[in-house]
């Protein structure tokens, strides 16, 4: 076991090059690495291979694997969930490099779920010589094709085969602009071999990159914030439904005040990132993917709706009204709709509104909350933890997924956590959040194996602000075992984050889908679980975890053994390193 005393190296001092005498301006994917610092890019995750190794070669040789610093993954699909996790915690993109069209097919499931989740991200990728006279024998052929973008340009903002240095140059100052303006999503641009590693006849022209910013968030419409502050003034039971969001603390601290100075109770969403204090007496229900009983009732009761960017708008309000007749104004504040497109139904169903505001939730709140507060004055602070609560868990006995949860909050009693998933039937009393990044959310897509990569990102991002938050993945045992290739990154570059798994030794969504079909058809539940029970042998996840370089304590079974586990992996991240506790729970959604 490793000293928890002993710091591990830091980051910026790990993998140095020696010798870097010929640092001059030589080759093309000299000035694309440039270009990319000068982009502001601090880290790049990536699985290396050879269509890129010019690149990868002015990284190390021209930059000093600095600005951008390479982190190294086992994987992909790991390379692609890490700058997810990263902007999810920071709203800012980071970039990723992948090697020719079969790097590119291990990672499109991730790149559809930073898609889904509207998150930004620089995707570089690299393809054989378009001009088949330089193509290397067989390898290179197999590893170029035509159009590489248009694997994944269904569920990209933009992507770009540039067919020069200065074109490239271009297209990775166009590729971060459109990333970083919102609706974010992640960007593909492609470089041919020969463009990165012909000799430059001169230095290309780098230009200045501020000049090639984003533009600044749109304001929102003085007509339709006045049309909704009509609305909202009038009603007498207003509700404000939540979905993304940016980790802003003023943006949070405008929704409190919203949501106070008009009386709307509040209901947010398990698949969003925290977006409004849980414990505040004006939030109905706690989190959960669909809605509960509780958050039904007040939107049924509600006579106005201010959606601000709520995921799945349409599904949520027919929830409530199968017939689709809303009693209710409907305020919808979102930009989502410039991401639509005809391949994925990604954008869910077409909700009726009444007020459109087209514009991002932190533009459009603080104009509301100006001419709510002329209208009725400032109304006085609530008490933002007036439901808080601690959880219960017994001291002996077979563990439960609520009691993880209810030792979990025991243990970080008293001090600040970055959730960075949970898994399913995570009980919903223990969604005490009080801050932006309390809880980061779903992944979007819901492609299983996300969650390892996407908590090792987010944790790199949270040391990269010199936050003070513990990191903390919670996933299910499928998550873990699928994202397992992030394992070695988080060890490698002692990247600090507990991850809980609470392991079931089943595909147990699934079980639940057999259990449906066999009621619908007369058949017997009991053989829900075959081909679905991950036991005989049960998988040892912790050793996965150790055979990777991570410290691990597992299976835990019993409630007796788990604080002391919680205790010594959370010391162990203290000290800046990773940490896996395989907690058994049963096969159930009844979490009590």
């Not at 600044?216 to 939540?242: F, G, N, S, T, W």
């Not at 956590?417 to 980061?440: H, I, K």
């Not at 987010?458 to 499928?478: F, H, I, K, W």
């Not at 835990?556 to 162990?572: H, S, Y």
Request: glycine share 8%; net charge negative.
């Amino acid at each position: 076991m490793p000293d928890e005393q002993q710091r591990p190296t830091p980051l910026e001092q790990m993998e140095r090059p020696e010798g870097l005498g010929n640092r001059k301006m030589g080759w093309g994917s000299d000035a694309l690495a440039e270009t990319v610092r000068r982009l502001g890019f601090t880290y790049i995750s990536l699985t290396p291979g050879a269509s890129y190794r010019g690149l990868h070669d002015s990284l190390i040789n021209y930059l000093g694997n600095v600005d951008p610093q390479m982190l190294l993954c086992i994987h992909e699909d790991a390379a692609v969930a890490v700058a997810h996790g990263y902007a999810k915690a920071t709203d800012r993109p980071m970039a990723v490099a992948l090697h020719a069209n079969v790097g590119l097919m291990h990672a499109v499931m991730g790149v559809y779920n930073a898609w889904c989740d509207r998150v930004p991200m620089l995707v570089i990728g690299a393809t054989g010589a378009i001009d088949a006279p330089k193509r290397r024998h067989w390898i290179e052929w197999i590893h170029t094709s035509k159009d590489q973008g248009g694997l994944i340009r269904q569920f990209t903002k933009w992507d770009d085969q540039p067919g020069s240095v200065q074109a490239a140059i271009e297209s990775l100052l166009r590729g971060s602009q459109i990333t970083r303006t919102a609706p974010k999503g992640p960007v593909y641009v492609c470089l041919d071999v020969p463009l990165q590693e012909d000799e430059l006849a001169e230095e290309p022209r780098l230009p200045d990159v501020a000049r090639y910013a984003p533009a600044a968030a749109h304001p929102a419409p003085e007509a339709a914030v006045a049309e909704a502050a009509d609305i909202l003034l009038a009603a007498k039971r207003p509700v404000m439904l939540l979905g993304r969001v940016s980790r802003s603390r003023a943006g949070w601290d405008a929704r409190v005040r919203l949501a106070e100075t008009l009386g709307m109770r509040v209901v947010t969403s398990e698949l969003s990132a925290a977006a409004f204090p849980t414990t505040h007496p004006l939030h109905v229900d706690w989190p959960r993917p669909g809605l509960g009983e509780e958050s039904r009732a007040a939107l049924r009761e509600a006579d106005a709706i201010l959606s601000l960017d709520a995921n799945d708008l349409a599904g949520r309000l027919r929830t409530v009204w199968p017939d689709d007749r809303v009693t209710a104004k409907v305020i919808q504040v979102s930009v989502d709709s410039h991401a639509h497109g005809g391949w994925a139904m990604d954008y869910q169903g077409l909700p009726p509104v009444d007020c459109l505001i087209l514009a991002e939730p932190e533009a459009a709140v603080p104009p509301l909350l100006a001419l709510a507060e002329a209208a009725r004055g400032h109304a006085e602070p609530m008490d933002e933890n007036a439901r808080a609560h601690e959880l219960d868990a017994p001291a002996a006995g077979p563990l439960t997924l609520s009691h993880v949860a209810a030792h979990f909050q025991r243990a970080t009693k008293g001090r600040k956590v970055c959730r960075t998933r949970v898994p399913f039937a995570w009980p919903g009393e223990a969604f005490q959040f009080t801050d932006p990044l309390d809880y980061l959310g779903r992944d979007g897509g819901g492609g299983v194996g996300s969650a390892p990569g996407i908590g090792i990102g987010a944790a790199l991002a949270l040391r990269e602000m010199g936050s003070d938050r513990l990191p903390v993945t919670l996933c299910g045992d499928g998550e873990f075992i699928m994202g397992m290739q992030s394992l070695w990154t988080a060890a490698r570059y002692s990247i600090p984050l507990l991850i809980v798994v609470g392991n079931n030794r089943s595909f147990f969504n699934d079980e639940v889908h057999q259990e449906e079909m066999a009621r619908q058809r007369g058949r017997p539940v009991e053989n829900k679980w075959i081909g679905m029970r991950m036991d005989g042998p049960a998988i040892d996840l912790a050793g996965i975890a150790r055979n990777q370089g991570i410290d691990s304590i597992g299976p835990v079974t019993c409630n007796e053994d788990l604080p002391a586990a919680l205790a010594r992996g959370i010391a162990v991240v203290d000290a800046g390193r990773p940490f896996v506790i395989d907690c058994v729970v049963p096969p159930t959604y009844k979490v009590k």
